[in-house]
């Protein structure tokens, strides 16, 4: 049974770094997507990076590119989430998502598994 399991969220300021953690497990993840989704109160679920695992191609929402920087341990089966100058607009509870393909990775509704969610808060 695969398991997505977040961490890393927290309260900082404008400016500021933040890395989010996604401990995945259940099965070999060679093959999958894994996608940081974010969803603030009031707003629709909305794409902030997504990594093809084996090959490492990465892909960002404009609102974060050059800020975010998204990466994977093998080693750990871990997917990273570095999130650089932080802006309030950031604020909203992250998750972590896995699906078997690498088509429609900015679709929250192409992925098959989620985390429960870390909440960041930026405070300007």
């Known amino acids: 049974q695969v398991q997505l399991v977040e961490s890393g969220g927290g309260l900082v300021q404008a400016g500021d770094s933040l890395r989010l953690s996604c401990a995945a497990s259940?099965?070999?993840?060679?093959?999958?997507?894994m996608g940081w989704f974010r969803q603030a109160p009031g707003k629709e679920r909305e794409f902030v990076a997504a990594?093809?695992?084996?090959?490492?191609?990465?892909y960002y929402a404009d609102s974060v590119k050059g800020r975010f920087t998204i990466s994977r341990d093998n080693a750990k089966n871990t997917v990273y989430l570095q999130m650089n100058s932080l802006k309030p607009e950031d604020t909203a509870v992250y998750f972590c998502?896995?699906?078997?393909?690498?088509?429609?990775?900015?679709?929250?509704?192409?992925?098959?598994?989620w985390g429960q969610g870390t909440q960041v808060t930026v405070s300007s």
């Open positions: 998502a896995a699906m078997p393909s690498r088509f429609y990775y900015n679709n929250p509704r192409a992925y098959t598994h």
């Open positions: 259940g099965r070999a993840f060679n093959s999958y997507t």
């Open positions: 990594i093809i695992w084996n090959t490492g191609n990465s």
